[in-house]
């Protein structure tokens, strides 16, 4: 199983970008999936997450702000970030809990993705 994500640049404040992270393999079923971020210098913090059934929550500083969503059809996850500020620069990492047929749960994590916010 493998988490490819994309879709990270060079936005200027108040401008938006698009993360998707799409999950291939022999995957039985995924459960909930996460994006984290990492800034220069700071711990991976936890930006949003969404169940299996739709359900989300996100960290106070990107609330109203960025709307994770996935297409469970494409096992495909992804982050709508509107309104970037500059301290949103970080790489943006993928996380998912995933049942595959070989090696049962496992948590899964993609290769990350920069975002930098700066004008």
């Known amino acids: 199983v493998q988490l490819q994500a994309s879709g990270g640049g060079l936005v200027q404040p108040g401008g938006s970008l698009r993360l998707s992270c799409a999950a291939s393999?022999?995957?039985?079923?995924?459960?909930?999936m996460a994006w984290y971020r990492q800034a220069p210098g700071k711990q991976r913090e936890l930006a949003a997450r969404?169940?299996?059934?739709?359900?989300?929550n996100y960290a106070d500083s990107v609330k109203g702000r960025f709307t994770i969503s996935r297409d469970n059809s494409k096992n495909t996850l992804y982050l709508q970030m509107n309104s970037l500020k500059p301290e949103d620069t970080a790489v943006y990492y993928c996380?998912?809990?995933?049942?595959?047929?070989?090696?049962?749960?496992?948590?899964?994590w993609g290769q990350g993705t920069l975002v930098t916010v700066s004008s």
């Open positions: 996380n998912a809990l995933i049942t595959d047929w070989s090696s049962g749960r496992n948590i899964y």
């Open positions: 393999g022999s995957i039985s079923s995924i459960n909930a």
């Open positions: 969404i169940t299996s059934s739709g359900n989300t």
